[in-house]
Structures are given as structure tokens and as C-alpha cells.
């Protein structure tokens, strides 16, 4: 998926805007992925705490939507992520 340039108006901060852009490239054409917050953190190069704050002000902008996975003997397993709409988001916040 490719990220629009209107992601940088939202006025985010940096580790947001990074690791929407990582979930933009891990999604596929309906806009789902399913990566680790351990798996992001050590693409890039950041910490755990780092991507669950992101993440958190991915949500709290709607630009994400989160969505927890279970395995089948009933153990959690990696969060699905959905990216939204970023136009609409830009439309809100403008």
C-alpha cells in the first residue's frame, strides 16, 4: 500500500508517522497486516515502548484500527492492524 503524503499533515510525531509507514508496506491490498510489536520494534530499530506508543497514536487518530488474534489452542498471537482512510482523517483534523 502506498502511504499518502497527507499522513504528514496530521502533525504526528515521528515514531507514528514511522511506523505507519511500516504497516502501510507490511499491508496488503485490503489494507491488513499483522506484525509483532517485537517484529516492528527490531525493523526499526526502536523499542517495544516506542511502537506501542505509536501505535496507541495511530488509534487515538483513527488512522489504524486494531483487531487481537488468537491462536488456535486459544493464546494470543500478533494483533491484525487496518489501516484507515487517511484523506477522511486529514479532512477531520484540517
Do not use: W
Not at 507490511?26 to 517484529?39: L, V, Y
Not at 488509534?59 to 498471537?77: F, M, V
Amino acid at each position: 500500500m502506498i502511504v499518502s503524503r497527507r499522513i504528514y499533515d496530521l502533525g504526528l510525531p515521528h515514531r507514528a508517522v514511522t511506523v505507519y509507514c511500516y504497516l502501510c508496506d507490511r499491508s496488503n491490498k485490503q489494507g491488513e497486516c499483522f506484525p509483532s510489536a517485537k517484529t516492528i520494534a527490531m525493523d526499526l530499530s526502536i523499542s517495544r515502548r516506542t511502537v506501542f506508543r505509536a501505535l496507541n497514536e495511530l488509534l487515538d487518530k483513527g488512522l489504524i484500527e486494531k483487531q487481537p488474534r488468537l491462536r488456535d489452542n486459544g493464546g494470543s498471537s500478533s494483533n491484525l492492524y487496518r489501516l484507515t482512510d487517511v484523506q477522511k482523517e486529514v479532512d477531520e483534523n484540517v
